[in-house]
Structures are given as structure tokens and as C-alpha cells.
């Protein structure tokens, strides 16, 4: 017998054990003396220490001892909440044995006790433990005998009696090896005769029968069905019986038996389950004609239930539901996801949430950083050794000891050691234990650490079931996990609903792992969508890239979206439009009404061609005006509906009438640049007379210019085109998955992660659209949210709805936008040229004329010719030039112009709308010259004016007096002082 030093007090105890010896000489741990019942009894029963009777350890009180206490027929004590509590609190059951009216066992007399306790394993056994051997009395098989197995201990077949029958059978969480009477459970397991120890109703060699609720999840063959073992591991501390779940009752200690996935789902009528508390009560959908009889009437099993699709995707639901398709499973695997339940971080068919992550390009996020030393050391950021490029920091690296809280802890010396940088960094990018780390050793520039409450030891019940206690600061009790032999952790997040608790790694990592959000809720390195709530990178935050699917990471209070970005902006395209549609529809106007009076060819001409260049740049001047409207009135929430915006039809209307207008214009121009240097080369061969053959070859030059604009514009969005021109799609929010749009690249990505692999091969949208709806169901006449694509087409690049001139190498369309590019220039350049030619001869024309009244007046106006072609060479110059450069440096990757696009369509390429109507056409000019002297007319005529001159007048009069009185005032003072001088000189003479 090993000697124990009689201990008192929690001094004698290890991590809040202790070992009590008996009088026997047994050596009992504290569960073991517990389940013996010699706890609380009001005596001491271990010789080397009193603790069995302790407040503290055993939780006795005085109402315990006094009050509380159970003598059972044998003359054993035990306490009162322990007698039939469906658990064996004595090693052979006995405070379980005689309950509800029912018995299990015998009483006989035994070693001088006439109440000795006999378990039903030594009843039958062979050998004789009553005196009056009672025990094996009546264990002889007669025609009368109806149950009959085997004998655990003797192996000889002997009658089941009630009094072996369905007797408890579980100390703690272990089989009762002394509750046993045959060596096969089912034998002396079923038919109860007590109704309170039915565990399940099913049929046992085709009889209708009950099995024991002893008999629940124990991996014994039991019910024909096996009905006993279709057991469930709802987390990974809890394992319980279906029949269990989802009843509005928790009996996992993480209460995961209620949060379990298929409870989502239940039906609206009750049905009284079969096993567990045979309740009746709503069961889960995925129970249904799911083979196994749930309901004890079986209607579960009936074909009554309403259900939505087809074939694969049929599955039953709530009555009154609205069936809609689902995500099919790939790589062929049966099954299907709702569309609700897709992209919510549980993978039900194994692998679309990594299609999720691929469709809104969730970045790679490192939860786990270097660990060596058995799991003590932790190299945090770029503290690695042998990473090459990392050498130039190691010197900057720190060491330092960690363990949360920083307090005593009994018997405890190790701590974790942490080799990280000594300057503060940025932690908004990292998660998990980089962040809990590096936050908590306070190193971060900003964030605060995420730990807050101790890893007490009543807390995360269920986990952790190696878990050791020890005391803390002599004041709370805390629990370690022991690996490696002798080391002893506790990096553990508790939960604030104290029910879970998450390793480092799963902290600040964008998952809700706790469920209450207080693993998340402390981090920075997070947004939280205001809609689902789920977390995103804090720097997928206004990065111009939809992650949310209400686009809150896009759309909040620190960043948001304008179709026309600060308010010069707005002033100049409202400034700009407004004046381009005034201008341009009087150029129309009046010329349009001298039109038909036009008695020459070459005034036909520049009239018909001066109109056509002021309607191409009174449709840019509307299209201004419209995107203004549009901004400040009809999309004044523009942000969240920017996808909505530029894959509409109106948004491609618009920016088929700007490009209409700015390429009639332009081709309008380069016409009558050509027309008027091809009118000086041959004045003397042009027909001066208008004739119906001159009209019509006008008519259709103008057409094909005309057609020309129409066609660079329309083409882009023809269908047929798709491939070349459409920039990307945006599928229903409904099918979940996608957020934003998808350009093919991203759907590819998609692609492969879906159906696995896929070649590299450039997809037409016709196949895209194709394979995914693959992805989904198409059953019967539910709507198919598939279908629902929208494009973003050539237009929908931008807000402002311009014509894609900014392109990559690797887009489609850039064959046409540098064509049209290479077709404006070379207009400019015809422009440019055909004006340098008529300069120059206009310029030789006045050098050859002579100085006469009459000549010097065509001197004056070809100067003021010369100044027009100036002003037409250079405006295009810088509309044409600077941004046909832009478009060249971003093709080449030298800069990103895509923010541009807002400044090129308002001001850059419209400008010319504005001016254009100035320099061909000299009515806005006289206007305007008018216009100023009527205004100098009237100012000079009026009262107030007349009254200023006057009195003008009248002051300058006076400065006029007042001088000449200073004039006249120095020539007599200069008289005086000469006359003074020719006095002095006579007088110093004589």
C-alpha cells in the first residue's frame, strides 16, 4: 500500500484533485471516490485527508449532511439527488436500482447484512452470493421461458428477468461494467417494461419493441434498422443521437445540437420522433423519405410532404414555400445548395466557397505564422532566418516572452516566445496569430489587442478535454492543455458567450467563428458589410471594387461615387452643354433658313457642311446635359447604383450620341477643310450655279459622313460583336455567388474551381452564359435567375457612358478603338495641313497687293482669315493630340487614365463644341459684337452715366485750376528770387 501524507485544505490538492485512501486500502482519485458515495456523507472515509467532507472541494454544505443524505436498503449512504438520477453513482448501481416502482437487482442476505445488494451481474452467474441462494435460484430454461441469453460472466444461457432488464448502465460518460448481465446488450436491453428508460420504439427481429435509452449511440446491434446509431458529431466536442437535434433544447454544452445546419429547416407539423425524448415535435426536411423511419407513425417516410425540383435537385420544404433552381454540386456528387445558404462559409457540397472566393477575388489571407521549439517559439512578420531578402531586417528583430493574461500561474513556467519586429507596424493586413500577436505585444501602429477574457477553467465546457487546472494570482482557477510531453498552453480566444473558445489563428480572420462576433468585433483589419454582415480586408474598402453584395464597402459615409467626381466638374459640363446647345442650334437656325437662297455651289457647300459640324457638336452639347441631369437629379444615389447604370440601355444611348456628334463633326470639318483648299486650287473650274446633280452629290456626301459616325458608334454594341466588345457582366444578386461585374478572366478563375480544370482558351460570353448555368438547376417553371445577365458593354466602362478610348494589350476591342484613333488623327492632320495651305496663300496674296484704300481692306481680312485658321489648328491641336498621347501611354502600361474619363468627356474632346460655332460661322460673333454696343449704348446713355461724366468733369476742371494757380504762384516766386540775386551781385560790386 502506498503512503499518502494525510493532507487538508486546497494546499493538498493537484490542479484541484485529490486521492483519498480507505479504510480499505484502496487508493481512490476524486471521481473515483464520488461515484463510491463517500462524499458529503457526514464521515470521513479517506484516512489521509478530510476533503471528502469538504465545502470547497466536494461541495458539501451543512443541508448536505443533514438534510440530504440517502440511506439505501443496504446500509449505504448517499446523497439523496443521487439516487435515481439515471446515472450509476455507486460502483454496482444501487442508487439506481429500485426507481419508479421498478427493481433491478436483488436484496439477500449476505455476510451477516440481510440486505446485501446483488447486481444483476452476479444473478445467474454459477455462483451462490445469497445465503439462501436466491441469486441462482430460478436460472434453469423451461418451456415457459420466453427471453433467454447468454450470461456475461458465466456464458451459460439463462433466463432475462424484469428485475435484469433495462437497468442503468452508465457511470459518468463510461459503461458500468457491473451493470452487465448478458454478454449481448439487446438481450436484457429491450422491451422495458419501465417507460422511462425507453430510449427508442423500433422493430427487433421483426417484433415491435423499445431498446434502452442505455443503449443510444453505443455502437451495438440493437434494432433491426439500427435506429440506436444513426448518431451525429454536431461539433467536435459533442456526439449525440439525431433524434437529439434540433429539438429547442440544447444538450451539447456548445449547444451545436440546435445550431446544427439541417435545423434551418423543419417542417410546420409535428410528428413524435422514435428515439430520444419521442417528443412530438417539427423535424428537420432532410429527415424526410430519407430511408429511416423517424416518426413513430412513419409518416415522415409518406409520400405527403410538398417538394420543389427534379431529380437531382428534389428535396422537400416548408408548405407555402416558393421553389426556386439551386447551385448544383459539381464533379458529380450528389446534392445541391439553396441559393440562400450559398457563399456562408459552410461548404455543403465541399467546394463552393472556394468558387465564392473566386468570384469576388478574396485574397489569400496567412492565419498561422513560422512556429519551431515544439510549438513555444513563433517568428512573426519578417523575423525569419534564411529567407534571403529578409536579412536586412533581422536586426531590428526582438524577442519576447507571451501568455494572456500576464499573471502567476501555479506550477506554469513555460511561456510562449515570440521573435518579432521592434518598430510598430501596420497590422490592418494581418489576421489570426500575427495579428493577436503582434496587437498584443502592442507593436501595431493602431490596433489594439483582440484578447479580453481569461481562459478561466469553467469556460468552453466540452473542449479541451485534456484540459488542466491550476491556480492563478491565488485567485481564480485557469486551464491548460498539455502536448509535447511536459508543456503546458493556454493561447486560447474565449468567446464571450464563454461556450467557445478558438485557437489564435481563427481571431481577426474575417470568419464569425464564435458566433457572437466577438472574435471579430476588436480587429481593424476589417470592413463589415452593413447588410449580411459578413467581414471583408479593410483595404478591399473604397478600392473601387464591389465586395459587398449591398456595395456598403463602396458606398459609406468615407467613400462614395458621382457620375461627374467635385464640383468644377459639374460647373463645366453644365457651363460647357448649356453654351454648346445655345451656340450650335443658332448656327443651325440661321443657316438652315439661308439655305435654299444659296445661288452658288461653294455656298451650298460651306453652309450644308457648317450645319452638319454644328449638329454633331449640338448632340455632344445634349449629351453633356443629359449626363448632368442624370448626375445631379435622377442618380443623386448614383454609388449604389452604378452597376445598374452602366450596363443600361440608356447609358449606351448616351454614348452613342456623343460619339455620333464628335465624329460628325470631326469628319465634317476635315470636308470642308478639303472642300475649301480644293475651292482656291480650282476657283476658276467650279460651276458657280446650284444644280439638282451638285445638291444630290452633297446629299449623299453628307449621308456617308453621316453613316460613317452612325456606324463607328453602333457597331460596339451590336450582338454579334459581344465578344469584341463587351467589357463584362453582371449576373443576378439572387444566384449569390457573383458580386459586381465579372470580366472573363475572373469568370475563367471561376470556372476551373467549379468543374476542377479547364483548358487555356479564350471563351466566347455565349459559352460563358452557357456554363454557368450549368452551375444551376432549370426546373420545371421556376424563374431562372441565369437568365437575368446584364452586359457592360462598349459604353459602360464609366459613369459618363464614353467611348472606350483607354485600352490594354489585352483587350479585345483595341484593334477598332485604335483604328478610330488612327482615323481621327489623320483627320486632324488633314485638317491642319489643307489650314497651313490656305494660310500660306492667303499670306503671299497680301504681300502682292499694293497699298490702296481698296486693297488694304482684303489685307485686313486675310489677317483676320489668318487668326480663324490659328485658332482652328490649335484647338484641335489640344483637343486631339494631347489626349490621342494619353491613350498611347496607358496602352503601354505607363499610366492608369481610366479616372480620366469623366475630365476628357466634359472638357477635353467637348471644348471644340463650344468653339466651333465661333470660328466657322461669323453669326455668334456679330451677335455678341452686338450685344456689347448695345450694352456700351445704353451705359453711355443713361442718367447715372451722364451724372458720373459730369461730375468727372467738374473734377478735372478744378485739378485743372488748382494747377495752373501752382503755375502762376511759382513764376512770381521765381521773378522774386531773380530779382534778389541782381540786387545782392550790384551791391557786392560797389
Given at each position: 500500500?502506498m503512503?499518502?501524507?494525510?493532507?487538508?485544505?486546497?494546499?493538498?490538492?493537484l490542479?484541484?484533485s485529490?486521492?483519498?485512501?480507505?479504510?480499505?486500502?484502496?487508493?481512490l482519485t476524486?471521481?473515483?471516490?464520488?461515484?463510491?458515495?463517500?462524499?458529503?456523507?457526514?464521515?470521513?472515509?479517506?484516512?489521509?485527508t478530510?476533503?471528502?467532507e469538504?465545502?470547497?472541494?466536494?461541495?458539501?454544505t451543512?443541508?448536505?449532511?443533514?438534510?440530504?443524505?440517502?440511506?439505501?436498503?443496504?446500509?449505504?449512504?448517499?446523497?439523496?439527488n443521487?439516487?435515481?438520477?439515471?446515472?450509476?453513482?455507486?460502483?454496482?448501481?444501487?442508487?439506481?436500482?429500485?426507481?419508479?416502482?421498478?427493481?433491478y437487482?436483488?436484496?439477500?442476505?449476505?455476510?451477516g447484512?440481510?440486505?446485501?445488494?446483488?447486481?444483476?451481474?452476479?444473478?445467474?452467474?454459477?455462483?451462490?452470493?445469497?445465503?439462501?441462494?436466491?441469486?441462482?435460484?430460478n436460472?434453469?430454461?423451461?418451456?415457459?421461458?420466453?427471453?433467454?441469453?447468454?450470461?456475461?460472466?458465466s456464458?451459460?444461457r439463462v433466463?432475462?428477468?424484469n428485475?435484469?432488464?433495462?437497468?442503468?448502465?452508465?457511470?459518468g460518460?463510461?459503461?458500468?461494467?457491473?451493470?452487465?448481465?448478458?454478454?449481448?446488450y439487446?438481450?436484457?436491453q429491450?422491451?422495458?417494461?419501465?417507460?422511462?428508460k425507453?430510449?427508442?420504439?423500433?422493430?427487433?427481429?421483426?417484433?415491435?419493441?423499445?431498446i434502452?435509452?442505455?443503449?443510444?449511440?453505443?455502437?451495438?446491434?440493437?434494432?433491426?434498422?439500427?435506429?440506436?446509431?444513426?448518431?451525429?458529431?454536431?461539433?467536435?466536442?459533442?456526439?449525440?443521437?439525431?433524434?437529439?437535434?434540433?429539438?429547442?433544447?440544447?444538450?451539447?454544452?456548445d449547444?451545436?445540437?440546435?445550431?446544427?445546419?439541417?435545423?434551418?429547416?423543419?417542417?410546420?407539423q409535428n410528428?413524435?420522433?422514435?428515439?430520444?425524448?419521442?417528443?412530438?415535435?417539427?423535424?428537420?426536411?432532410?429527415?424526410?423519405?430519407?430511408g429511416?423511419?423517424?416518426?413513430?407513425?412513419?409518416?415522415?417516410?409518406?409520400?405527403?410532404?410538398?417538394?420543389?425540383?427534379?431529380?437531382?435537385?428534389?428535396?422537400?420544404?416548408?408548405?407555402?414555400?416558393?421553389?426556386?433552381?439551386?447551385?448544383?454540386?459539381?464533379?458529380?456528387?450528389?446534392?445541391?445548395?439553396?441559393?440562400?445558404?450559398?457563399?456562408?462559409?459552410?461548404?455543403?457540397?465541399?467546394?463552393?466557397?472556394?468558387?465564392?472566393?473566386e468570384?469576388?477575388?478574396?485574397?489569400?489571407?496567412?492565419?498561422?505564422v513560422?512556429?519551431?521549439?515544439?510549438?513555444?517559439?513563433?517568428?512573426l512578420?519578417?523575423?525569419?532566418?534564411?529567407?534571403k531578402?529578409?536579412?536586412?531586417?533581422?536586426?531590428?528583430?526582438?524577442?519576447?516572452?507571451?501568455?494572456?493574461?500576464d499573471?502567476?500561474?501555479?506550477?506554469?513556467?513555460?511561456?510562449?516566445?515570440?521573435?518579432?519586429?521592434g518598430?510598430?507596424?501596420?497590422?490592418?493586413n494581418?489576421?489570426?496569430?500575427?495579428?493577436?500577436?503582434?496587437?498584443?505585444?502592442?507593436?501595431?501602429?493602431?490596433?489594439?489587442?483582440?484578447?479580453?477574457?481569461?481562459?478561466?477553467?469553467?469556460?468552453?465546457?466540452?473542449?479541451?478535454?485534456?484540459?488542466i487546472?491550476?491556480?492563478?494570482?491565488?485567485?481564480?482557477l485557469?486551464?491548460?492543455?498539455?502536448?509535447?510531453?511536459?508543456?503546458?498552453?493556454?493561447?486560447?480566444?474565449?468567446?464571450?458567450n464563454?461556450l467557445?473558445?478558438?485557437?489564435?489563428?481563427?481571431?481577426?480572420?474575417?470568419?464569425?467563428?464564435?458566433?457572437?462576433?466577438?472574435?471579430?468585433?476588436?480587429c481593424?483589419?476589417?470592413?463589415?458589410?452593413?447588410?449580411?454582415?459578413?467581414?471583408?480586408?479593410?483595404?478591399?474598402?473604397?478600392?473601387?471594387?464591389?465586395?459587398?453584395?449591398?456595395?456598403?464597402?463602396?458606398?459609406?459615409h468615407?467613400?462614395?461615387?458621382?457620375?461627374?467626381?467635385?464640383?468644377?466638374?459639374?460647373?463645366l459640363?453644365?457651363?460647357?452643354g448649356?453654351?454648346?446647345?445655345?451656340?450650335?442650334?443658332?448656327?443651325?437656325?440661321?443657316?438652315?433658313?439661308?439655305?435654299?437662297?444659296c445661288?452658288?455651289?461653294?455656298?451650298?457647300?460651306?453652309?450644308?457642311?457648317?450645319?452638319?459640324?454644328?449638329?454633331?457638336?449640338?448632340?455632344?452639347?445634349?449629351?453633356?446635359?443629359?449626363?448632368?441631369?442624370?448626375?445631379?437629379?435622377?442618380?443623386?444615389d448614383?454609388?449604389?447604383?452604378?452597376?445598374?447604370?452602366?450596363?443600361?440601355?440608356?447609358?449606351?444611348?448616351?454614348?452613342?450620341?456623343?460619339?455620333?456628334?464628335?465624329?460628325?463633326?470631326?469628319?465634317?470639318?476635315c470636308?470642308?477643310?478639303?472642300?475649301?483648299?480644293?475651292?482656291?486650287?480650282?476657283?476658276?473650274?467650279?460651276?458657280?450655279?446650284?444644280?439638282?446633280?451638285?445638291?444630290?452629290?452633297?446629299?449623299?456626301?453628307?449621308?456617308?459622313?453621316?453613316?460613317?459616325?452612325?456606324?463607328?458608334?453602333?457597331i460596339?454594341?451590336?450582338?454579334?460583336?459581344?465578344?469584341?466588345?463587351?467589357?463584362?457582366?453582371?449576373?443576378?444578386?439572387?444566384?449569390?455567388?457573383?458580386?459586381?461585374?465579372l470580366?472573363?478572366?475572373?469568370?475563367?478563375?471561376?470556372?476551373?474551381?467549379?468543374?476542377?480544370?479547364?483548358?487555356?482558351?479564350?471563351?466566347?460570353?455565349?459559352?460563358?452564359?452557357?456554363?454557368i448555368?450549368e452551375?444551376?438547376?432549370?426546373d420545371?417553371?421556376?424563374?431562372?435567375h441565369?437568365?437575368?445577365?446584364?452586359?457592360?458593354?462598349?459604353?459602360?466602362?464609366?459613369?459618363?457612358?464614353?467611348?472606350?478610348?483607354?485600352?490594354?494589350?489585352?483587350?479585345?476591342?483595341?484593334?477598332?478603338?485604335?483604328?478610330?484613333?488612327?482615323?481621327?488623327?489623320?483627320?486632324?492632320i488633314?485638317?491642319?495641313?489643307?489650314?497651313?495651305?490656305?494660310?500660306?496663300?492667303?499670306?503671299?496674296?497680301?504681300?502682292?497687293?499694293?497699298?490702296?484704300?481698296?486693297?488694304?481692306?482684303?489685307?485686313?481680312?486675310?489677317?483676320?482669315?489668318?487668326?480663324?485658321?490659328?485658332?482652328?489648328?490649335?484647338?484641335?491641336?489640344?483637343?486631339?493630340?494631347?489626349?490621342?498621347?494619353?491613350?498611347?501611354l496607358?496602352?503601354?502600361?505607363?499610366?492608369?487614365?481610366?479616372?480620366w474619363?469623366s475630365?476628357?468627356?466634359?472638357?477635353?474632346?467637348?471644348?471644340?463644341?463650344?468653339?466651333?460655332?465661333?470660328?466657322?460661322?461669323?453669326t455668334?460673333?456679330?451677335?455678341?459684337?452686338?450685344?456689347?454696343?448695345?450694352?456700351?449704348?445704353?451705359?453711355?446713355e443713361?442718367?447715372?452715366?451722364?451724372?458720373?461724366?459730369?461730375?468727372?468733369?467738374?473734377?478735372?476742371?478744378?485739378?485743372?485750376?488748382?494747377e495752373?494757380?501752382?503755375?502762376?504762384?511759382?513764376?512770381?516766386?521765381?521773378?522774386?528770387?531773380?530779382?534778389?540775386?541782381?540786387?545782392?551781385?550790384?551791391?557786392?560790386?560797389?
Open positions: 500500500m503512503d499518502i501524507d494525510r493532507v487538508s485544505g486546497e494546499e493538498g490538492t490542479c484541484g485529490y486521492l483519498c485512501e480507505t479504510k480499505s486500502g484502496e487508493i476524486t471521481f473515483e471516490t464520488e461515484l463510491a458515495g463517500l462524499t458529503c456523507n457526514g464521515k470521513n472515509d479517506c484516512l489521509n478530510d476533503l471528502d469538504s465545502r470547497e472541494m466536494s461541495g458539501c451543512t443541508v448536505d449532511i443533514d438534510r440530504k443524505n440517502h440511506t439505501l436498503p443496504s446500509g449505504n449512504i448517499i446523497l439523496a443521487k439516487v435515481c438520477d439515471g446515472n450509476c453513482d455507486r460502483w454496482d448501481c444501487e442508487d439506481d436500482s429500485n426507481c419508479g416502482g421498478y427493481r437487482g436483488l436484496y439477500c442476505e449476505r455476510k447484512n440481510k440486505h446485501w445488494y446483488i447486481a444483476p451481474l452476479f444473478i445467474c452467474n454459477g455462483v451462490k452470493d445469497c445465503v439462501d441462494g436466491e441469486d441462482e435460484a436460472c434453469d430454461i423451461t418451456n415457459k421461458t420466453q427471453n433467454t441469453c447468454l450470461q456475461y460472466e456464458g451459460v433466463p432475462v428477468f428485475i435484469t432488464r433495462c437497468r442503468e448502465m452508465r457511470a460518460a463510461v459503461m458500468n461494467h457491473y451493470s452487465r448481465y448478458c454478454q449481448e439487446i438481450w436484457y429491450s422491451n422495458c417494461s419501465d417507460s422511462t425507453i430510449g427508442a420504439e423500433c422493430f427487433i427481429n421483426g417484433y415491435k419493441s423499445t434502452s435509452k442505455f443503449m443510444i449511440c453505443q455502437g451495438t446491434d440493437g434494432c433491426d434498422d439500427n435506429l440506436e446509431d444513426v448518431c451525429l458529431d454536431t461539433s467536435s466536442t459533442c456526439s449525440l443521437h439525431k433524434h437529439f437535434t434540433c429539438d429547442y433544447r440544447n444538450d451539447c454544452a449547444e451545436s445540437d440546435e445550431t446544427y445546419l439541417i435545423c434551418g429547416s423543419r417542417t410546420q410528428c413524435k420522433r422514435r428515439a430520444g425524448r419521442m417528443e412530438a415535435l417539427p423535424i428537420p426536411l432532410t429527415w424526410l423519405r430519407d429511416l423511419q423517424d416518426c413513430i407513425d412513419g409518416e415522415d417516410e409518406e409520400n405527403i410532404w410538398p417538394t420543389c425540383g427534379i431529380e437531382k435537385s428534389l428535396r422537400f420544404v416548408v408548405e407555402n414555400k416558393t421553389c426556386q433552381n439551386v447551385y448544383i454540386c459539381p464533379w458529380g456528387r450528389p446534392g445541391y445548395v439553396e441559393l440562400d445558404d450559398l457563399c456562408d462559409g459552410i461548404d455543403t457540397c465541399g467546394n463552393e466557397n472556394n468558387v465564392c472566393s468570384a469576388r477575388e478574396s485574397k489569400m489571407l496567412f492565419r498561422t513560422m512556429t519551431t521549439n515544439k510549438g513555444l517559439t513563433k517568428h512578420s519578417y523575423c525569419l532566418s534564411g529567407i531578402d529578409s536579412q536586412n531586417f533581422m536586426e531590428s528583430c526582438h524577442t519576447s516572452s507571451f501568455i494572456f493574461p499573471h502567476d500561474y501555479f506550477g506554469v513556467e513555460t511561456r510562449t516566445t515570440l521573435i518579432l519586429p518598430e510598430k507596424q501596420n497590422c490592418d494581418m489576421y489570426g496569430e500575427q495579428y493577436v500577436y503582434t496587437s498584443c505585444k502592442n507593436r501595431c501602429i493602431s490596433s489594439f489587442c483582440p484578447l479580453k477574457n481569461i481562459p478561466r477553467y469553467d469556460v468552453c465546457p466540452g473542449q479541451y478535454r485534456n484540459r487546472g491550476t491556480l492563478v494570482n491565488n485567485q481564480y485557469a486551464f491548460f492543455v498539455k502536448s509535447y510531453g511536459n508543456i503546458y498552453t493556454n493561447r486560447f480566444f474565449v468567446c464571450n464563454k467557445n473558445c478558438l485557437d489564435f489563428s481563427k481571431v481577426c480572420d474575417l470568419v464569425d467563428d464564435c458566433g457572437d462576433s466577438s472574435d471579430e468585433e476588436k481593424t483589419n476589417h470592413f463589415k458589410c452593413y447588410s449580411s454582415g459578413t467581414y471583408i480586408p479593410i483595404s478591399s474598402k473604397c478600392d473601387g471594387t464591389f465586395d459587398c453584395m449591398d456595395a456598403s464597402d463602396e458606398c459609406n468615407k467613400c462614395s461615387r458621382e457620375i461627374l467626381e467635385g464640383k468644377a466638374l459639374k460647373v459640363c453644365w457651363t460647357i448649356i453654351l454648346a446647345v445655345i451656340a450650335n442650334t443658332i448656327i443651325i437656325a440661321k443657316n438652315a433658313s439661308s439655305l435654299n437662297k445661288q452658288s455651289t461653294v455656298a451650298l457647300v460651306n453652309k450644308s457642311l457648317i450645319m452638319m459640324i454644328s449638329f454633331g457638336d449640338l448632340l455632344v452639347g445634349g449629351y453633356l446635359l443629359v449626363i448632368s441631369i442624370y448626375d445631379a437629379v435622377i442618380l443623386k448614383y454609388c449604389t447604383k452604378q452597376i445598374e447604370w452602366i450596363t443600361s440601355l440608356n447609358c449606351s444611348i448616351i454614348g452613342m450620341v456623343s460619339t455620333i456628334g464628335s465624329q460628325i463633326s470631326l469628319f465634317a470639318m470636308a470642308l477643310s478639303v472642300t475649301r483648299i480644293y475651292g482656291i486650287y480650282n476657283s476658276m473650274s467650279i460651276s458657280g450655279e446650284v444644280t439638282m446633280r451638285k445638291s444630290c452629290q452633297l446629299a449623299l456626301s453628307l449621308f456617308v459622313i453621316t453613316l460613317m459616325s452612325v456606324s463607328i458608334a453602333v460596339p454594341i451590336i450582338t454579334s460583336f459581344e465578344d469584341f466588345f463587351v467589357n463584362g457582366v453582371k449576373y443576378a444578386e439572387a444566384l449569390k455567388i457573383f458580386i459586381g461585374t470580366d472573363k478572366n475572373r469568370l475563367a478563375a471561376i470556372y476551373k474551381a467549379y468543374f476542377g480544370r479547364m483548358k487555356s482558351t479564350t471563351l466566347s460570353w455565349r459559352m460563358i452564359n452557357k456554363m448555368a452551375m444551376f438547376t432549370h420545371l417553371d421556376y424563374v431562372d441565369t437568365l437575368k445577365i446584364e452586359k457592360v458593354d462598349f459604353y459602360g466602362n464609366d459613369g459618363v457612358c464614353l467611348f472606350k478610348y483607354f485600352v490594354k494589350d489585352d483587350d479585345p476591342q483595341r484593334n477598332m478603338v485604335w483604328g478610330i484613333l488612327a482615323v481621327n488623327f489623320i483627320c486632324f488633314v485638317i491642319m495641313l489643307s489650314y497651313l495651305v490656305i494660310a500660306v496663300i492667303t499670306l503671299k496674296s497680301s504681300k502682292s497687293l499694293t497699298s490702296s484704300s481698296g486693297n488694304r481692306k482684303i489685307i485686313q481680312r486675310n489677317r483676320k482669315m489668318n487668326m480663324r485658321i490659328t485658332i482652328i489648328i490649335t484647338t484641335d491641336f489640344l483637343c486631339w493630340v494631347p489626349f490621342i498621347v494619353i491613350c498611347v496607358h496602352s503601354l502600361d505607363v499610366l492608369d487614365a481610366t479616372p474619363y475630365i476628357f468627356s466634359v472638357v477635353i474632346l467637348p471644348i471644340n463644341s463650344v468653339i466651333n460655332p465661333l470660328i466657322y460661322d461669323n455668334l460673333a456679330r451677335l455678341t459684337k452686338a450685344f456689347g454696343r448695345r450694352i456700351v449704348t445704353n451705359l453711355t443713361s442718367r447715372v452715366v451722364e451724372d458720373i461724366t459730369g461730375r468727372l468733369h467738374l473734377a478735372s476742371q478744378r485739378e485743372e485750376d488748382i495752373m494757380e501752382q503755375q502762376d504762384e511759382g513764376n512770381t516766386t521765381t521773378k522774386r528770387n531773380k530779382d534778389n540775386e541782381r540786387n545782392n551781385r550790384q551791391t557786392s560790386a560797389a
